[in-house]
């Protein structure tokens, strides 16, 4: 039997990857209804999202942290927080979801430098582990369990 028909079985959704120049890979999204690209980044302890694009995404509650970011050469940047959101990645959903917002312009201006193009926010192990995820680098796929929410 197949991968993704076991995963299936186990109430996982597959989202497609794509490979940029850097080797990163690359997932489409949507935040409270906005569409979005970010890097799946497996290192990362939190998902987070470029500070400027706070009204784009309709981010909610964003609120001051006194937490300092590190990662990907820049170290100490202030951040912020914004609480109660909204993800979905393809068939996938995660209400009350928590982003950490910071300035992205260290990222993006390393993918532009590798002739990649410019992404919103990443995705970090915050989500793979709500999502029990599984990634297939072969089949460049991601796979999220479904959440179980009771109203």
């Known amino acids: 039997m197949k991968l993704k028909n076991i995963l299936f079985r186990k109430r996982y959704t ?6 940029i120049n850097t080797n990163h890979f690359v997932l489409k999204l949507t935040i409270n ?11 990362a302890s939190n998902s987070c999202i470029d500070a400027t694009l706070i009204q784009k995404f309709k981010l ?18 202030e ?19 928590t982003l950490i917002l910071l300035d992205f312009s260290h990222v993006n201006n390393a993918l532009t430098e590798h002739n990649s193009k410019k992404v919103q926010g990443i995705i970090g192990a915050d989500i793979l582990e709500k999502g029990a995820a599984i990634i297939d680098y072969k089949k460049k796929c991601l796979y999220l369990k479904k959440l179980i929410y009771k109203y």
């Not at 006194?66 to 170290?75: Q, S």
């Open 14 to 19: 597959k989202i497609k990857l794509k490979k």
């Open 33 to 43: 209804g906005v569409k979005g690209k970010f890097i799946l980044d497996t290192g």
């Open 60 to 77: 909610k509650n964003v609120e001051d942290s006194e937490t300092k970011a590190a990662g990907a050469g820049a170290t100490g940047m």
């Open 79 to 97: 951040t912020k927080v914004s609480l109660k959101n909204s993800l979905e990645i393809n068939k996938w959903e995660y209400f009350n979801f």
